[in-house]
Structure formats: structure tokens, C-alpha cells
């Protein structure tokens, strides 16, 4: 079972070949560690759909830094953002909020870059927001909701849509009565 830090450690190993997931590639399941950054934007750009929320790791894209950065943020100043999402990130301000912002890509402990003066604010994930709070930073705006997805490639549904068909309902109707 998947907990706080199992989440981070599967997604993370996510970074791995997709084909993993069923040999083929043709479904992969997902954290959005990888998915965000690579897959994602290939496969929203091409309009595939996200098939089936999974309704496990959820969490929140943030744009997150000291209280004294809201005001940067409320009055569309240029940035500095540090985070692991640099696509992400770049979408968010220039295309959301027409921001002008300089992207600065870390690994790592990241919300110590605006404690170090490295960058104004960071985007990253953010489940608890507990490391937040332990390093006097706060949630200043949601990008988006996260979760694990499954994700169908469009050429394998056309190839394989009955059996791609007959899995995501087979996994809507455990995950419905998971629920009850």
C-alpha cells in the first residue's frame, strides 16, 4: 500500500520506461512525477484523454514561498521560480496568468530556494503541506489538482479497444466498490 512517502517513491520511479506498466506501453499508470513534465504534455497536446482517474496521490500543483511574495504574484512583478517543473511552471505564468518569470530548474529540496534568496517562489508538489510550514513557506496559488491517472496511448485504443475498453471498465466498477 501506497502511503505519503510510497507515493513520492513510486512516482519517482515512474521515471523509468512506461512499457513497464503492462510490457507493451499501451496503458501505463502513472504519478504525475513524470507525466506533468513529458508525457502529459504530449499526450493533452494531441488530445487524448486522461481515461481514468485512479483516486490515489492525491495532491496540489502549487506556486508556494513566503507570505511576502504574494504581492509579486497579485501585481504580475517579474520572478524568480525555482522548481522540478519547469514546463509546468512556464505554462502556468505566461499562458494563466501572463507573468513574466525566470525559470530555475532544481532538483532536490527545493523549497529552500527561497529561503537561500535563489528564487522568489517555487512550484511543486504538495500533499500535507507540512514541509511547507516547517520552512515558513505557505501555499500561495494552486496550478492544478493532481492524481495518479491512467493514461491510454490513441494508437493502442484504436489497435486494442476492446480489451483497453473492457479493462478501464473492469477497473471502474473495483474502484466503485472500493468506495462502498
Not at 42 to 60: H, M
Not at 165 to 173: A, E, V, W
Request: aromatic residues 6%.
Amino acid at each position: 500500500m501506497l502511503n505519503e512517502d510510497g507515493f513520492d517513491r513510486w512516482a519517482e520511479d515512474y521515471d523509468g520506461d512506461t512499457a513497464k506498466s503492462d510490457g507493451e506501453g499501451s496503458y501505463p499508470f502513472a504519478g504525475y512525477q513524470r507525466v506533468l513534465n513529458t508525457i502529459a504534455r504530449r499526450v493533452l497536446a494531441r488530445g487524448t484523454p486522461r481515461v481514468l482517474d485512479l483516486g490515489f496521490g492525491r495532491c496540489r500543483m502549487c506556486v508556494c514561498g513566503p507570505e511576502s511574495a504574494r504581492d509579486l504574484l497579485q501585481h504580475h512583478e517579474q520572478i524568480r521560480v525555482a522548481t522540478k517543473y519547469p514546463k509546468i511552471a512556464k505554462d502556468y505564468f505566461y499562458n494563466k496568468k501572463h507573468q513574466t518569470v525566470e525559470i530555475i530548474k532544481l532538483n532536490g529540496s527545493i523549497e529552500l530556494a527561497p529561503i537561500v534568496g535563489l528564487a522568489d517562489v517555487i512550484v511543486d508538489i504538495v500533499e500535507t503541506g507540512s514541509t511547507l510550514r516547517e520552512n515558513g513557506l505557505a501555499v500561495l496559488e494552486e496550478v492544478c489538482p493532481l492524481s495518479a491517472r491512467m493514461v491510454v496511448n490513441p494508437v493502442s485504443m484504436k489497435m486494442e479497444q476492446e480489451r483497453i475498453s473492457k479493462l478501464i471498465t473492469d477497473l471502474r466498477q473495483v474502484m466503485s466498490e472500493g468506495e462502498k
